[in-house]
């Protein structure tokens, strides 16, 4: 008996006829989903009973109203991320809306009229020997060393530089500034003399909160980035119809600047236009302003800060401070600048014990006044400004609008300085930022362009999901089965005809 050999394919052959069963399969699913699928004008493509013109002309179509749609949904994702928010007007009803009062920082200044006591003693020891004299020069130097609107370009060593090889002078301290400057500057009982609300006495010292700022050690009343909104420290500045009065009366002892800002901000040597000096004994200013409060519809927040083109204060930002804001982010803008040029920053830039960032001594301050980063020019603050430093830095989302509409001065017989903060008026309208398109917009928008161009859905893409998956797996089995089916058939032919010749033979 004659045995039969059976020529089985190799590996190579097995995975041919795998990928051509794969283009197979695919190829009919194709043909099958263009010529059942719900999408506008495929299905005169695949079909081959049309002339092959009438299906290149919807090929055509095809492809303008899918381009179409492309450039559609182009431009309007472009306009969602650029133009979501707008700012709209609304009135207000005095009878129930409440406003408060702007926050107010104090902060004070160098006045070269006042004689500073602590700062005579620091530079008296610096004397290494009775015979030594009292160096007016070096008071120069330490005084717009620790108050920087005395500071001018220039002056670290105009001051020190023709004492630095004289053996019996009173020389410039090259380094524990820090030190100096909390000797020297006056602290909150010495500063504040006196302070009312609406004619009633209250605890200055209680109510503003120091903090570390551009300016050195300043006093905050109401601010976020000092205390809890609404905490015991808190004062309670509301007005309303009931209670249309707003004076806030400050008495100082000393040369000072009062800033008028608000709740998240702190002050900044570059943010003038809200800063007001008691600098001469006697002053006293009165300042009238007007208040427009702004809010935020709760979607805001869903947009991103590139879109609404503002930060909220209680996001996450990377700020040593409590809160973010535009004061803020301009702070630590100069602050890594100085670092970033000259190793080391001014030491007013250190947050509290806490912040071990690099202290610049006498030849750190040298490179500050050398580079212009000891008091920067505002053009940092401008976003087009394309050489030197560039403070890229968003406003605050709950930015009140604060006006200046008035301002008196005076000087009394009195060795005191006062500033009176009037409130004229209560606002009749408001600000409100909104969203003008929100995500669920994107989604219609986007659909209503699918379905007006290409007649899509979504259930054409639970149509494309089945076809690809569902579909293409039951033509898979189908072709395996047929290719089997065609093997048993081949094998019991052959094995006939074996059979034929093999009786033939016999």
Not at 307 to 336: G, H, I
Not at 408 to 416: A, D, F, L, P
Request: proline share 3%; with cysteine.
């Amino acid at each position: 008996m004659r045995h039969l050999n059976v020529a089985f394919p190799n590996g190579r052959s097995r995975l041919a006829m795998a990928v051509a069963r794969a283009f197979r399969v695919l190829y009919r699913i194709l043909v099958d989903y263009c010529s059942n699928c719900s999408l506008a004008g495929v299905g005169y493509i695949s079909n081959r009973k049309y002339h092959w013109t009438e299906r290149l002309f919807w090929m055509a179509c095809v492809l303008f109203a899918w381009t179409g749609s492309y450039m559609l949904i182009k431009t309007y994702m472009e306009l969602f991320r650029k133009d979501a928010v707008s700012i709209v007007v609304e009135n207000l009803d005095p009878r129930k809306d409440i406003t408060s009062f702007p926050s107010v920082g104090v902060c004070e200044m160098g006045y070269t009229k006042q004689q500073y006591d602590a700062l005579q003693h620091v530079i008296d020891g610096f004397r290494t020997s009775e015979e030594m004299e009292y160096n007016y020069d070096v008071e120069e130097f330490m005084l717009r060393l620790i108050y920087h609107n005395l500071y001018n370009y220039g002056s670290i060593k105009s001051y020190c530089a023709m004492y630095k090889d004289c053996d019996d002078c009173v020389k410039c301290p090259v380094d524990g500034y820090p030190r100096f400057s909390i000797a020297v500057r006056a602290n909150c009982s010495q500063l504040f003399d006196e302070c009312r609300w609406n004619g009633e006495v209250f605890d200055c010292c209680r109510y503003f909160r120091p903090i570390q700022t551009t300016m050195g050690s300043c006093f905050l009343l109401n601010s976020i980035q000092t205390i809890k909104k609404y905490s015991p420290q808190w004062l309670r500045m509301d007005m309303s119809m009931g209670s249309p009065r707003g004076e806030l009366l400050l008495n100082f002892s000393r040369a000072t600047t009062a800033y008028l800002q608000n709740q998240e901000d702190i002050p900044h040597m570059l943010l003038t236009t809200l800063q007001f000096n008691q600098m001469p004994e006697g002053y006293a200013g009165k300042i009238f302003i007007t208040v427009q409060n702004i809010a935020n519809d709760p979607l805001v927040r869903t947009v991103g800060k590139d879109v609404r083109r503002c930060v909220f204060p209680d996001e996450s930002t990377d700020t040593r401070y409590a809160k973010y804001s535009y004061s803020v982010c301009v702070t630590e803008c100069l602050k890594t600048a100085q670092i970033k040029t000259c190793n080391c920053c001014h030491h007013n830039m250190l947050l509290g014990k806490n912040d071990k960032s690099p202290v610049c001594g006498y030849d750190g301050l040298n490179c500050l006044d050398q580079r212009d980063l000891m008091f920067p020019q505002t053009t940092i603050m401008q976003p087009w400004r394309t050489n030197g430093l560039v403070c890229d830095c968003y406003p605050s989302c709950t930015e009140h609008e604060i006006r200046i509409i008035g301002r008196e001065s005076e000087m009394e017989r009195r060795t005191g300085r006062s500033v009176l903060i009037k409130i004229m008026g209560l606002p009749s309208q408001r600000y409100r930022r909104q969203i003008v398109r929100e995500n669920i917009d994107v989604v219609v928008s986007i659909g209503g362009i699918l379905g007006l161009f290409t007649g899509a859905s979504i259930l054409s893409l639970v149509e494309f999901i089945y076809f690809f998956t569902v579909r293409f797996g039951s033509y898979v089995v189908t072709e395996i089965k047929e290719e089997e089916n065609v093997a048993v058939t081949d094998n019991e032919s052959d094995e006939n005809d074996l059979q034929g010749k093999h009786q033939t033979l016999h």
